[in-house]
């Protein structure tokens, strides 16, 4: 939300981040963020790899899970 500069409530988590505007260098930074703030090792393509926001935490999410 913060990126797109739109309301929490504005974002449909079946969208691409894409769609609101996210371009693959801003996706490339999240990315890298997310990894450093999950401590967990995140592909730089994971915006590419998922089809939209719900499945980018899904994925998030599940391997984040599998850290000990």
Do not use: C
């Not at 981040?17 to 930074?29: E, K, N, R, T, V």
């Not at 890298?32 to 790899?49: C, D, G, K, R, Y």
Request: proline residues 3%; negative net charge.
């Amino acid at each position: 939300a913060e990126l797109s500069k739109r309301s929490i409530h504005e974002i449909d988590g079946h969208q691409s981040p894409m769609a609101y505007g996210i371009d693959s260098i801003q996706a490339l930074g999240l990315t890298n963020e997310l990894a450093l703030a999950l401590e967990i090792a995140v592909s730089a393509t994971l915006f590419q790899e998922r089809s939209n926001i719900t499945a980018i935490a899904q994925f998030l999410a599940d391997v984040s899970n599998k850290v000990p």
